[in-house]
């Protein structure tokens, strides 16, 4: 796996609000601290994995969607094993349209920190209604 970094040395981050920037660093600080994920950006979508590593992972494991999935592969690769590495990208902030992330998206991602972290835990029946919908393989 490798990741297009905003936060290594030569990535960037340009035209972001303040409080995004802290959503961002919060959340990539929470899965170094909760799951161990060594990448600096497990949040970035700009990403290139091989195929021998999307076979490698059970994909009908995966539980969640959005931001949150990103975090989750980052996650299982580290667990499986697999090299992960980080090439530096300036991320330019949308100028038209609407932010992606929304305050559910930031609850679906500590949601999956904190399931992905206590797995032995019933997810389904203290959350199910928060529970994201499982992504279906492609045929």
Not at 54 to 73: K, Q, R
Request: glycine share 8%; with cysteine; proline share 4%.
């Amino acid at each position: 796996l490798v990741i297009g970094s905003r936060y290594v040395a030569g990535g960037d981050v340009v035209g972001s609000t303040p409080m995004r920037k802290f959503v961002s660093y919060a959340a990539n600080w929470l899965a170094h601290i909760l799951l161990g994920v060594t990448t600096h950006d497990c949040t970035a979508g700009f990403r290139c994995y091989r195929r021998r590593v999307l076979e490698a992972i059970d994909l009908d494991a995966i539980f969640s969607n959005g931001y949150s999935f990103l975090i989750e592969m980052a996650f299982y690769c580290q667990q499986a094993g697999f090299k992960i590495g980080e090439t530096p990208i300036t991320f330019v902030n949308r100028t038209q349209g609407a932010s992606k992330i929304s305050k559910t998206e930031i609850y679906k991602a500590f949601y999956t920190l904190l399931r992905l972290r206590t797995p032995a835990l019933p997810w389904d029946q203290m959350v199910g209604w928060f529970q994201p919908k499982k992504l279906k393989p492609r045929k």
